[in-house]
């Protein structure tokens, strides 16, 4: 598909570019041709620069013409280039693009379906109205060879196909065609399968040659050509033997994988509107990929692929920013945006790897950790995967292996885990096979394994395609032919064999041609099929497959007549090269020389040889030079031996030779050779001057050779270059030329590799630049690989041989490091081995280095800091006191329980001459890291980290040879030292050499003990030449603590951040180790640690984790700015440290907050066993993982199971702990718990993970209590309340991590759910672990509908203060109960009200509260009376918001015990209501049966219409109406034939029948239109009035008259009822106080007390108003839903609410994205109000919930209604509830005092006031931090943090209403201020004044202000510990004020002052924080470095001067 057309063509190879030649070189030729001959209806494309493109000309009657392009597309275009015999068009240019025609203009107004043979096809119209400016153009797709088409039907998907063959178009005969042979056209086509074939010319006569007859398919074939065929035919396609096709079109939402080299992988397609078009990467997650890769029928994805990865798509873009949960079953099911709206480039394409499905059956095998052809060996054995031992293994083994994979033969057999090891269990051991065998279970193999897994066998296979040719039995050049079909080798019949068929052969296999073409077997029979039968090729095909031929079932030929060939090399030159039995680029060498080809022969065989010949075929160079037949055995002579070339030769012919008449060389010793691509890519290496194994380094830099330094040359570095070679290590790395010196530049000096690289490139190194380095110092590498094994048996011993000649037992020696550091070794028993690292410290080492001469160690590296070492390990748990002379001496153990390996090799770092005093080590960390310790007085001794900091510890690290510190950590974060503590108040101003050069004082005062010694932790660098300065890839941490923040890299002269886009455990490995830590705990994303500034430097991180920094690892840069801070990524590292420290924990198995857990104990990581594992288990592994807390505990290996031990079992904790260390456990010693039972966590963050079966979860509740809902049979279903009860929910809320249930409501109290019902009559005895582990019945009986659903309240068992409970009483009803203080207590009832019990209600989860009951009415509790007075505004969301004071007076018993009845809104079956129209008249709808529906009406009539109108409160109907005269309902038709007598009370009284019987549409609907008429009005009729149809002050009819209601305890249940018994389906809002004016009459109601499932507002209880209390300025009022598109406030009161409208049939919320007062103004009128008073966004009342309906609302502020606003919808997902917009409004249309903020955000902007019945704003003369507290104070905010002046948010509009305003601080309204009227004129709104409040009064947002100047300059004052103090100007300087200003949201700091003399403080006003030192970065000044004690007065307070434009005034520090 290309943009937006379907292309119905597929490409089978790229044609060659030579079809394009001839057809460009002959287009004058064939333009005069057509010009000429060409007929009527012709066309032919002009002016274009290729032959598919130009302007379109048409002959009409005999002369060519333009064609007008109005209605010119892609339609018309197809068929023109369909017509000239190209692919589908890919534009259709108008307007002349190639150039304006001289021609007539012969077609106009063209319109084409795009199926037309021709382009006269076509409807057009002769007469034109157009200039040859428009004339019409078209570019057409290129055809390749073998491309397919179908044409001439009536869609895309069938016609006749055609062929593209030799240049043109053809038909397909019909003969033994099948439907094999249609699928695999439609699938070459890119449809889904074939529905059928015809033939018989359904779609027309065939056009040109039959190009393909008797095609055979199996169906597997990718296209037609690969299916046997012939090109020779019997057919007469104008007789009608042209096969036609008819494919299955895809489906809607189909996808489909292209690009990929498997087929799990590739870009995306998806299916839609008819046509494939690709997917935008915007928001492509791995939830998205999965639900692709299962759609695809794999298990799910590995990866989601961004940028295009797998090429661009040509067809359109159907999808963008695809957000799927991943659970959908189609892509089409997740949110996107379509097709019409994306704004995305192919260049952004998304892909998928999807997961291969793990299931074998017995004795498969499979390749793992490589590629499709080579890989780790696994077996499928009893059920499982498992890997096979190398013991014995081969390439015979190997073959055999990859014959059963279906490949020819394996390259080679691999041992030592080559692929990398596998899991248990090892299935095979001692292979030994013959090579005959079919499958490995055949070759002699033994099932006792004695293996590792470090000894798992691997292959690499030698891939074969279909078609593939050999010759067998002969020669390199003549042989048995054999071709590769169907999968796998045959014969080929010699019947019609001649030379244009062996040339074919020749040719395919790179010969020049053939010599003959011998049949009847000349090279020996061959065995198995014989593939091909009479073969015809014309000479030209590429292949043998492309020729015509027929399979040979007929059996007329036998392997006696199996056919050969003799190949020849066109015209081969004397001393011609070639490879053979290789590849392109390697193989053994064969030169020709004398008439003939022959061998090399290996002697004196090396690189520079290599290189000549490498040269000579046109290479770059040469890789390796490789003897002994390592491609093969050769035949024939011998050519060439002792070759020595000096490199500069051009062939290998110029070169020294012997030839071999001596016979000394025999063709097991055939040279080859190893070359570079013709362009060697920079940084490849190879060995010179030595052989295969061993020789000089030389690594191609800049375009050319050159060699390596020696200096620091090591193991390391030479294991890095033989790896890279393909060797499996170094066995040495020789310095000092001993390989010859070389030539040319010296490319690289001073390496340092860790050993994990790839290339020596990414190794630490400096560029040759200071030239201290000769030829002299060349390094070297002596690699080893299996073939090596002997040479190094060989070394070893001769190493072992010499050494006991001088080495004494016990000796140790550094190695692979530099003269004073490295691995240490030791001299035991004959042979050198390592030392283990467990327990390895500092006075260990100490010992190594005294022994070795040196004065002691600076630090006692482990893990194999220096790389592994070889042999055994001799030594471990060395326990040394430091006064040895020999380590030997020390304690310790052999190793003969080998439970230490290499990568736990111990190291030391001496100091390199007698100590001197003032030096330092570091101590129980790393080589980077630890307690700093310094040498005084003769001894060693620590560093108090009293006033330690980053300066002192950037000395430190320097003295130590390192650029900088990372960070610097104090108390004991190393562990605490012995011996004296040397210094204390370290104070370094960062220019000292050494750490004893900064100021210090002794510890004389002994004012410090070890609990604080100082550590450092050290940026990783030391390479001589570097200074303190940053390198380009150093990485930090900030935003956390030493070990663990947001990731920072300096990149390009700056720092920046790490997009978290892929961030995985690995990445954060790599950084971890970068800054000496021993990894990563956990990878958070989501600025876990907050946002960083700057640029984001790196993005779409993916590293194997090997990598030593993190710039090694692949990444993108963030140029595109698809990722912003809120993204950063973080690191969570862990330091190996003592048991006693905690044990550390991390994730393993899922992501960054989700995973099976794991911890560190005794040196290892294991699992954690399920038993006892719960939610405050987990609840402590999230928060020592830096997490908020747990979302889940799973147990039973949920994220699979681990490996290794199971370190902790019976884990029980409190949840109060820090580490999960400190909670109770056991080790799992016992062995009872396995890795099945694995527990995992879910931490609080948002992500998907898997569901199983019997999980639950709560709906349509909170988090303790709701729905109950379980996951059975793949879909979540709920559970029926048949005999559901207390020990039922109590299994349900164990299994949810609670301790228990309160109650166990039923008759689906929390709603009803969706089907199915998974769950009835469930009994648990309680003491189960799953619900789903109870008795129970599941529900096929249908005996239990939706309106049964049980649900559950659970709660906590550690309660959080407040937690409540209802007692003594049922599961909506009891004596309220609160904890608080630790233990549970009542509430006593004085002042106890309905609002008090509302919050209670609510608080469980219920709607609200019906009645609010006192004097102990469910009973008196015991135990303490903890609140007393409460006194709730109806707000809050707990009882412990409301005010209340606690009950120490003693005033209240627990005969005064509060109590609430909680509300159940439900409808009473037989509800009636009227929809479609107004109060009194609509269309008729009845509840029954749990759900609304309508009435038919058939028999319809007034006596009917009389029983609804008074069931409804009017006194009779008017009119009974049909025909769905309201219009037509949705839903069920409830009730058919109603036969009312007339005097029913209630509609369902009637005689009527159900409509099963289906006779009666919506479009019978009945009506009825009721009588307004009270002179017979029911008691308790209600009306509406001074409002409309919908709105208006309630009146009720009492007693034969109408009157009011008082809004006393007036809610929405109250106006819920009205608004249902007036017809309506729920109440908007419920004003108070006379909203719509006051009434006349009586009052008939008061206090009225409504549950909201009443019929009629006379059933609520309420009292008459006789006592006078309550005047008709009180009436209550109602705002009803009709059910048309209403708005309501929520969360709120009836005046201020978050805004919620009705659209497309539910509730929803309005985004805050520009939503301001003018938007709010037209909710309020809306409303009923007269304006709004604010515009509060960011969920200011509580996150809504359901879809976002309205987004980016922008009103003008007259429009009746919100939905007349220009608006979006939230399709794009961009909003989420916490942007829910608000309202509010205000309560009535007089001139009282109102206040509002404009122009800014909800907590800040310009203060604008409504006084004398106008908005204006306010004059900042005087204006200051009083007047905004009491303005924010009044809007409901805490204290403001400024206040703005000079119009900061903007200038206003009318008047300004006040001047010089004065306000004490205290007042209640900006009003009750002193002010002056702004009469006089003397001040613009230039001078408006404005106000930045703090969110809460508990909390400011911004706990930092400015007082007592202007709105950008004053004293500085901090919000902490609950109050605002001042800051003392101890360090107070540019940083901190920069940091202020920029919290305050200015640019920057002008400049920073002590203000305390000039604006003094209230001495009131405590000084809160001294001695504060920021960096400048921080984004709060609380984040900076301060003490909260002090020894300043507010004299000493400290201010600044911020600036607030853009840029920051340019000023030196010194000016500032």
Same mark, same amino acid.
């Given at each position: ?256 994988? *292209? ?102 059956? +017995? ?367 170094? /066995? ?119 022994? *070795? ?107 130590? $040879? ?132 700057? *640029? ?94 747990? /979302? ?279 509800? /009636? ?232 049939? +539910? ?34 009342? $509580?996150?809504?919930? $359901? ?117 004490? $601080? ?9 002010? /002056? ?140």
């Amino acid at each position: 598909m290309q943009d937006g057309r379907i292309t119905i063509m597929a490409c089978r190879t790229r044609r060659d570019m030579l079809w394009a030649i001839v057809w460009w070189v002959s287009l004058p030729i064939i333009l005069s041709a057509i010009s000429t001959f060409a007929q009527d209806g012709s066309v032919r494309l002009v002016g274009g620069s290729t032959p598919q493109e130009g302007r379109v000309e048409v002959i009409i009657n005999g002369a060519w013409g333009t064609v007008c392009d109005d209605g010119w597309g892609i339609a018309e275009s197809d068929v023109v280039c369909h017509q000239l015999g190209f692919g589908p068009a890919a534009e259709a240019p108008p307007r002349a693009r190639f150039g304006e025609g001289t021609d007539p203009i012969v077609m106009d107004d063209v319109r084409c379906t795009g199926t037309e043979e021709a382009l006269v096809s076509c409807q057009f119209n002769r007469v034109s109205n157009c200039g040859h400016s428009e004339d019409a153009s078209v570019v057409c797709t290129q055809v390749s060879e073998g491309d397919i088409r179908l044409v001439n039907g009536s869609s895309h998907h069938e016609g006749r196909l055609e062929v593209f063959l030799g240049g043109q178009w053809g038909s397909v005969c019909d003969d033994l065609w099948d439907s094999l042979d249609t699928e695999v056209v439609c699938r070459q086509l890119g449809f889904g399968d074939g529905i059928g074939s015809h033939a018989s010319g359904r779609y027309g006569t065939g056009k040109g040659p039959v190009m393909v007859d008797d095609a055979g398919c199996t169906g597997t074939e990718a296209h037609l050509l690969d299916c046997p065929h012939r090109r020779d035919h019997n057919c007469n396609i104008d007789g009608w033997e042209a096969i036609g096709i008819v494919c299955k079109e895809p489906a809607e939402g189909n996808v489909r994988l *292209l690009g990929g080299e498997h087929h799990h992988e590739g870009r995306v397609e998806v299916y839609v509107a008819g046509e494939w078009g690709g997917v935008c990467d915007g928001s492509w997650e791995l939830e998205a990929a999965s639900v692709v890769c299962r759609q695809l029928g794999f298990p799910g994805a590995l990866t989601a692929v961004k940028n295009a990865a797998y090429g661009s798509a040509q067809d359109p873009i159907q999808l963008d920013h695809v957000y799927c949960e991943g659970t959908e079953t189609t892509l089409l099911e997740c949110s996107h945006v379509p097709r019409d709206k994306v704004n995305c480039q192919h260049d952004h394409d998304a892909g998928v790897v999807c997961q291969v499905n793990d299931i074998g059956t +017995e004795g498969d095998i499979r390749l793992v950790g490589g590629s499709d052809t080579a890989g780790r060996v696994e077996v499928y054995l009893h059920g499982q995967w498992g890997t096979v031992c190398d013991d014995h293994w081969d390439k015979t083994d190997a073959d055999v292996v990859c014959k059963q994979l279906g490949f020819r033969e394996a390259i080679a057999g691999y041992q030592d885990a080559h692929f990398g090891a596998g899991e248990e269990p090892t299935h095979l051991d001692d292979v030994k096979c013959l090579g005959n065998e079919s499958s490995i279970l055949e070759c002699e193999h033994t099932l006792d394994e004695n293996c590792s897994h470090e000894e798992d066998a691997g292959v690499s296979c030698l891939e074969e395609v279909n078609g593939a040719v050999r010759l067998v039995n002969g020669n390199d050049t003549a042989g048995r032919v054999e071709v590769y079909l169907n999968g796998e080798w045959g014969t080929v019949c010699d019947d019609s064999w001649e030379t244009k068929d062996a040339d074919v052969v020749c040719r395919q296999l790179g010969f020049g041609g053939a010599i003959s073409a011998p049949g009847y077997a000349l090279f020996g029979e061959g065995v198995g099929l014989i593939q091909m039968d009479d073969v015809t090729c014309v000479g030209s095909e590429e292949g043998l497959i492309r020729c015509l031929f027929t399979d040979s079932e007929s059996e007329n030929c036998g392997h006696g007549e199996d056919a050969g060939v003799v190949c020849y090399i066109n015209q081969t030159a004397e001393g011609t090269v070639r490879l053979a039995n290789g590849n392109g680029t390697a193989g053994r060498v064969e030169v020709f020389l004398n008439g003939e080809w022959g061998t090399v022969c290996d002697d004196y065989w090396d690189v520079t040889d290599a290189d000549v010949v490498c040269r000579q075929l046109g290479f770059s160079g040469a890789i390796s030079a490789p003897g002994s037949a390592a491609f093969g055995e050769g035949i024939g002579l011998t050519q060439m031996d002792d070759v020595a070339c000096t490199g500069s030769e051009e062939s290998l012919f110029d070169c020294t030779f012997h030839n071999t008449t001596f016979e000394n060389c025999g063709h097991s010793e055939d040279a080859g050779v190893m070359c570079y691509a013709s362009t060697t890519k920079h940084g490849v290496v190879r060995l010179a001057n030595g052989n295969d194994t061993a020789g000089r380094v030389e690594v191609f830099l800049n375009g050319e050779w050159g060699t390596v330094c020696d200096d620091h040359w090591g193991i390391q570095d030479a294991g890095v270059v033989c790896r890279q070679l393909g060797f499996d290590g170094a /066995i040495g790395a020789p310095g000092s030329a001993s390989f010859g010196e070389g030539s040319g530049p010296i490319h690289m000096d001073n390496v340092l590799c860790s050993g994990s690289e790839e290339r020596l490139t990414l190794c630490r190194h400096e560029d040759y630049h200071d030239q201290n380095c000769g030829h002299g110092e060349d390094a070297g590498a002596v690699c080893f690989s299996d073939s090596t094994t002997e040479l190094v048996t060989e070394r070893t011993e001769l190493v072992t041989e010499r050494t006991e000649l001088v080495t004494e037992s016990g000796s140790v020696r550094l190695a692979n490091g530099y003269g004073t550091a490295g691995r240490v070794e030791v001299f035991l028993n004959g042979e050198w081995g390592t030392v283990c690292d467990d327990f390895w410290e500092i006075e260990d080492a100490d010992v190594v280095c005294r022994q *070795l001469g040196y004065n002691g160690a600076s630090s006692s590296p482990g893990n194999a800091l220096f790389g592994e070492g070889l042999g055994l390990t001799h030594m471990d748990d060395v326990l040394c006191s430091g006064s040895e002379d020999r380590l030997d001496q020390c304690s310790y153990v052999d190793h003969a329980d080998e439970n230490c390996g290499h990568a736990e090799d111990a190291g030391a770092v001496c100091y390199d001459n007698s100590t001197e005093t003032g030096a330092i080590r570091l101590a129980n960390g790393n080589a980077t890291a630890g307690r700093v310790e310094v040498f005084l007085s003769g001894s060693w001794g620590t560093v108090c980290d009293d006033s330690w900091d980053m300066e002192d510890a950037t000395i430190a690290c320097r003295q130590l $040879g390192f650029t900088g510190a990372i960070s610097a950590p104090g108390a004991a974060l190393f562990g605490e030292g012995a011996g004296p503590t040397h210094i204390d108040d370290v104070e370094c101003s960062g220019s000292e050499a050494r750490l004893a050069d900064c100021q210090f004082s002794d510890l004389s005062l002994e004012n410090c003990g070890h609990n604080e010694d100082a550590g450092v932790v050290c940026n990783g660098s030391t390479e001589a030449g570097y200074d303190s300065t940053e390198e380009n890839g150093d990485v930090r941490l900030r935003g956390g603590n030493d070990t663990a923040g947001r990731v920072e890299v300096f990149l390009n002269g700056q720092w920046g951040t790490v997009c978290d886009d892929d961030w995985w455990d690995t990445d954060a490995d790599v950084v971890c180790r970068q800054l000496g830590f021993s990894g990563a705990i956990s990878a958070p994303g989501s600025a876990h640690f907050g946002e960083g500034l700057g *640029l984001v430097h790196m993005d779409n991180v993916a590293c194997s984790g090997l990598e030593g920094r993190l710039i090694d690892c692949s990444f993108t840069n963030s140029t595109f700015g698809n990722c912003d801070h809120n993204e950063d990524a973080s690191a969570v590292c862990f330091i190996d440290m003592p048991v006693t420290a905690g044990a550390p924990v991390r994730l393993d198995g899922g992501n960054a907050t989700a995973g099976r857990v794991e911890v560190f104990l005794n040196g290892e990581w294991g699992t954690v066993c399920d038993d006892y594992w719960d939610i405050q288990d987990a609840n402590v592994v999230c928060r020592q993982l830096g997490f908020s807390g747990a /979302i889940s505990a799973l147990g039973s290996a949920f994220f699979g199971e681990g490996v290794g031990l199971t370190r902790m079992d019976d884990v029980y904790c409190s949840g109060s702990e820090e580490n999960l260390f400190d909670c109770l456990f056991t080790d799992s010693a016992s062995d009872n718990c396995g890795h099945i039972e694995d527990a995992s966590v879910v931490c609080s963050a948002d992500i998907s993970v898997t569901v199983t079966a019997g999980a639950i979860r709560l709906a349509n509740g909170n988090a303790t209590a709701g729905r109950v809902e379980v996951f059975l049979y793949g879909v979540w279903g709920t559970v029926c309340d048949d005999s559901w009860d207390m020990n039922d929910a109590s299994v349900v809320c164990r299994q949810l991590g609670f301790t228990g249930a309160i109650s166990a409501p039923v008759l689906a109290f929390f709603g009803e759910g969706a089907d199915p019902t998974h769950m009835d009559d469930v009994i648990c005895s309680g003491s189960e672990e799953r619900l789903v582990d109870c008795q129970f019945s599941d529900s096929t009986s249908e005996n239990c509908g939706h309106s049964e659903d049980a649900g559950v309240v659970c709660y906590n068992s550690i309660e959080e203060n407040g937690s409540i409970r209802l007692s003594n009483g049922n599961d909506t009803a009891g004596r309220v109960e609160v904890f608080l203080n630790g233990e549970w207590g009542t509430v006593c009832d004085d002042y106890w009200g309905p609002e008090d019990a509302n919050v209670v209600c609510r608080q469980l989860g219920f709607s609200g509260a019906d009645f609010a009951l006192g004097s102990a009415f469910f009973g008196e509790g015991v135990g303490l009376v903890q609140m007393d007075d409460v006194a709730c505004s109806g707000l809050e969301k707990s009882l412990i918001d409301c005010s209340f004071t606690n009950s120490t007076s003693e005033n209240c018993g627990h005969g005064e015990d509060a109590n609430v009845v909680c509300s159940t809104v439900l409808t009473a079956n037989g509800t /009636i209501r009227l929809a479609g129209g107004n109060n009194t008249a609509g269309r008729v709808e009845v509840f029954l049966d749990d759900q609304w529906g309508t009435v038919c009406d058939d028999y319809w009539g007034p006596e009917d219409a009389n029983v609804v109108c008074r069931q409804l409160g009017f006194s009779g109907a008017d009119f009974a109406l049909g025909s769905a005269f309201f219009g037509e309902g949705v839903g069920l038709v409830q009730m058919d034939d109603v036969t009312c007598s007339g005097l029913e009370e209630s509609l369902i009284d009637c005689s009527f029948v159900d409509s099963t019987f289906e006779n009666c549409g919506h479009g019978e609907d009945a009506g009825v239109v009721c009588s307004a008429d009270t002179g017979t009005i029911q008691n308790g009729a209600i009306r509406l009035a001074s409002g409309n149809d919908t709105a208006g002050r309630v009146e009720v009819f009492l007693n034969g008259e109408w009157g009011t209601v008082c809004d006393d305890d007036w809610d929405m249940e109250d106006a819920t009822v009205v608004c249902r018994q007036l017809g309506f389906m729920a109440a908007i809002s419920a004003p108070e106080y006379a909203l719509f004016g006051e009434g006349a009459g009586p009052i008939q109601m008061d206090d009225v007390g409504c549950s909201g499932s009443e019929a009629n507002l006379i059933d609520c209880p309420s009292i008459n108003s006789t006592s006078g209390n309550c005047g008709h300025a009180e009436d209550a009022s109602v705002v009803c839903f009709t059910g048309s598109n209403p708005i309501r406030l929520a969360g709120g009161n009836v005046t201020a609410g978050r805004v919620e409208v009705f659209l497309n049939g +539910e509730w929803g919320t309005v985004c805050d994205d520009y939503w301001d007062i003018t938007d709010a103004d037209v909710v309020c009128r809306q409303l009923g109000f007269s304006g709004a008073n604010s515009a509060p966004g960011s969920a200011a009342f $509580g996150e809504g919930v $359901g879809l976002t309906q309205m987004d980016d609302v922008a009103c003008y502020g007259s429009e009746a209604s919100l939905l007349d606003c220009s608006y979006t919808d939230s399709t794009g997902e961009n909003c989420g509830h916490n942007e829910d917009a608000g309202v509010v409004c205000l309560t009535d249309t007089t001139d009282n005092f109102e206040i509002r903020l404009a122009n800014g955000n909800d907590t800040s902007g310009r203060v604008e006031v409504f006084l004398n019945g106008e908005w204006g704003t306010v004059c900042d003369d005087d204006w200051g931090i009083d007047d905004a507290n009491v303005v924010c104070r009044q809007l409901g905010f805490g204290e403001a943090s400024s206040a703005p002046r000079y119009a900061l948010f903007g200038e206003g509009v009318g008047p300004t209403q006040m001047d010089n305003v004065n306000c004490s $601080g205290s007042e209640a309204s900006l009003v009750d201020c002193a002010f /002056i009227d702004s009469t006089g004129e003397n001040c613009a709104h230039s001078e408006d004044a404005g106000v930045v409040c703090s969110a809460s009064t508990t909390e400011p947002t911004v706990p930092v202000r400015l007082a007592d100047d202007t709105e950008s300059a004053g004293r500085v004052e901090v919000f902490l510990d609950g109050q605002w103090g001042t800051v003392c100007d101890d360090y107070w300087g540019p940083e901190e004020a920069t940091t202020t200003c920029r919290q305050l949201g200015f640019a920057g700091a002008i400049s920073y002052e002590t203000v305390g003399e000039r604006i003094p403080a209230d001495e009131s006003v405590p000084i809160a924080i001294d001695d504060v030192r920021c960096t400048g970065s921080e984004s709060s000044l609380l984040d900076c470095d301060y003490i909260t004690t002090h020894n300043c007065q507010h004299g000493e307070d400290a201010g600044v001067v911020c600036f607030t434009d853009g840029e920051l005034p340019d000023r030196s520090e010194e000016e500032i």
